[in-house]
């Protein structure tokens, strides 16, 4: 089993950057590939940003191409998304996303392909 616990979100200003922190413990990240999805009030769960198991294919929404980056520190054994200009639009709860058996290059981009989740972390930009 993994357990994936992520970073406390906040309130940040449109425009502004935050990073949020994904740490595993139970397994390690660098055998697993991993993503963030994000959930709106009155949304469906969305894909945000995916990593491969390799770590060198990445992938994101359109929506936060160019201003978000997903990252990974095998020694941490943490998953990092990194956001830019940030717009009210991307106020959310934030979750992580691990699962393992996979090929080194592939991106998963749909929710039921992972087996693992964190337990969300709200991010709010003010406009």
């Known amino acids: 089993q993994m357990q994936l616990v992520e970073s406390r979100g906040g309130l940040v200003q449109a425009g502004g950057s935050l990073r949020l922190s994904c740490a595993a413990s139970g397994r390690t990240l660098s055998s697993h590939a991993s993503g963030w999805f994000r959930q709106a009030p009155g949304k469906e769960r969305e894909f945000v940003a995916a990593?491969?198991?390799?770590?060198?294919?990445?992938d994101y929404a359109d929506s936060v191409k160019g201003r978000f980056t997903i990252s990974r520190d095998s020694a941490k054994n943490t998953v990092y998304l990194q956001m830019n200009s940030l717009k009210p639009e991307d106020t959310a709860v934030y979750y992580c996303a691990a699962r393992g058996g996979v090929l080194l290059s592939r991106i998963y981009y749909a929710a039921n392909d992972y087996a693992y989740w964190g337990q969300g972390t709200q991010v709010t930009v003010s406009s």
């Open positions: 990593i491969s198991w390799s770590g060198r294919g990445t």
